[in-house]
Nanobody, 126 residues
Framework: QLQFVESGGGLVQPGGSLRLSCAASGFNFNSYAIGWFRQAPGKEREGVSCISSSEGTTNYADSVRGRFTISRDSAKKTVYLQMNSLKPEDTAVYYC???????????????????WGQGTQVTVSS
């Protein structure tokens, strides 16, 4: 069973930092690109960042570029999202998913809508 478990969210003040983790299981993790998405109440799901299977290519939404950094640990089958300089507009539930590899596709796009974790809540507020 393909599964993602997101963790690391919480409540932080503007300008603070969080490190999200996405632990994957049930598939050949190292063969696929992984992305982070977020969804706030009343808004559509937004692609935040993604990383290629080889770790050679990354992509970021304009809204987070320069503040967020995506990485992956093959041994731990985990993808991370380091979130710095957080803003209130970053408040959302964050999800990870398999994505089209950014090596050959520029958009942050799920490979399938069938596989999502429970998400982790990020709240940025004073």
């Amino acid at each position: 069973q393909l599964q993602f478990v997101e963790s690391g969210g919480g409540l932080v003040q503007p300008g603070g930092s969080l490190r999200l983790s996405c632990a994957a299981s049930g598939f050949n993790f190292n063969s696929y690109a992984i992305g982070w998405f977020r969804q706030a109440p009343g808004k559509e799901r937004e692609g935040v960042s993604c990383i290629s299977s080889s770790e050679g290519t990354t992509n970021y939404a304009d809204s987070v570029r320069g503040r967020f950094t995506i990485s992956r640990d093959s041994a731990k089958k985990t993808v991370y999202l380091q979130m710095n300089s957080l803003k209130p507009e970053d408040t959302a539930v964050y999800y990870c998913a398999v994505v089209i590899d950014p090596t050959w596709f520029s958009n942050i796009t799920p490979l399938s809508d069938d596989y999502w974790g429970q998400g982790t809540q990020v709240t940025v507020s004073s």
